[in-house]
């Protein structure tokens, strides 16, 4: 993965095309390359006998100049940086800042290309700098600002529906968290441990989830109640985490603007609803089959475990101690 910054300000991981990918694209769009040769040499040239020597080598010389510059300019510029041998491995160049690669980037990987793929004299270079450069750069690539994404990956393991919510145990804790000093890193660590909760084994996931969540805990006030299970509390973390990030997108959009009237209905009346139907009941009111804290009912985490109302409050041989 790579940071972006966008014209906008705004950073983005995008993932970085490997080097074998990228070497086997090249090796596609190499071998398309040259069979157009081969079909100029053998096809069309022999059926030109009747031109001079000087006009059969400007042709061909032309023939050459469009195969091997123009094939990749005119492909990454129509496609906004993709060639068939990019097509066929979900990969795509584009500008530094994110930007889809321009016609000028497109001619300077071609030509530089020429010295740095098919005559082979920087080709050395160009490894050297693929390998060092932290998105893969080649010389061309250097040169011209650009360097190759991976469009295609693998889809995301899903989050289990039981970690995408605060476990009700710890609703009421989660209300006063203070989670402004959680990195991306850590975050992203936790997110990754609960996908694959249930592919972990035992052992090696409750080792895992403690470190992880002691990690989070040392970001993260206040602590969690004693007996508390680290994927609960990892769980807990994130989904607040989420509430607040969607909330402060939310904040941002425009509101729609308030009518005076809706449907003929004037502003302060509610509607009638259809014949016999009942009222809604006030918030608090009505028997809606609510799980209360200490009933009983909701009081499980996520891994099926007590929550920490339980009877003693202690810590359990699952729990983890938050650092002080």
């Not at 490894?127 to 080649?138: D, F, N, P, Y």
């Not at 990195?183 to 996908?195: I, P």
């Not at 904040?251 to 009346?269: D, H, I, M, N």
Request: proline content about 11%.
């Amino acid at each position: 993965m790579a940071e972006v910054v966008t014209g906008e300000a705004v950073v983005l991981d995008v993932p970085v095309a490997t080097f074998p990918g990228r070497l086997l694209a090249l090796l596609i769009d190499m071998a398309i390359q040259i069979a157009l040769i081969v079909v100029i040499l053998v096809i069309v040239l022999p059926r030109a006998g009747h031109v001079d020597a000087s006009t059969r080598t400007a042709v061909l010389l032309t023939c050459w100049v469009l195969i091997i510059v123009g094939y990749p300019t005119i492909f990454e510029t129509l496609t906004r940086g993709k060639t068939p041998g990019k097509m066929a491995l979900g990969q795509r160049v584009v500008g530094d800042d994110g930007s889809p690669e321009r016609f000028r980037q497109a001619l300077v990987r071609a030509l530089t290309g020429v010295i740095e793929v098919w005559s082979g004299i920087g080709a050395p270079a160009g490894l050297i700098t693929c390998i060092v450069s932290v998105r893969g750069k080649r010389l061309g690539d250097l040169w011209a600002g650009t360097f190759a994404i991976q469009e295609r990956v693998p889809a995301r393991q899903q989050l289990p529906p039981a970690f995408a919510v605060v476990p009700p145990p710890l609703a009421g804790w989660a209300q006063s968290l203070e989670i402004s000093r959680l990195t991306d890193q850590n975050a992203g660590a936790a997110s990754a441990y609960l996908r694959r909760f249930a592919d972990l084994r035992p052992e090696a996931r409750d080792e895992l989830g403690r470190s992880l969540a002691s990690a989070v805990a040392e970001q993260v006030s206040p602590p969690p109640p004693p007996g508390t299970p680290p994927a609960a509390y990892l769980a807990a973390v994130l989904a607040v985490r989420r509430e607040r990030d969607q909330a402060r997108l939310a904040a941002r959009q425009p509101e729609p603007p308030v009518l005076p009237y809706a449907a003929g209905v004037p502003t302060g009346t509610r509607a009638a609803g259809p014949a016999g139907a009942p009222e809604p009941a006030a918030d608090g009111a009505g028997g809606g089959d609510r799980a209360v804290p200490g009933d009983g009912a909701g009081d499980r985490l996520p891994d099926g475990s007590a929550g920490p109302a339980g009877q003693d409050n202690q810590p359990g041989p699952r729990g983890f101690a938050p650092p002080a």
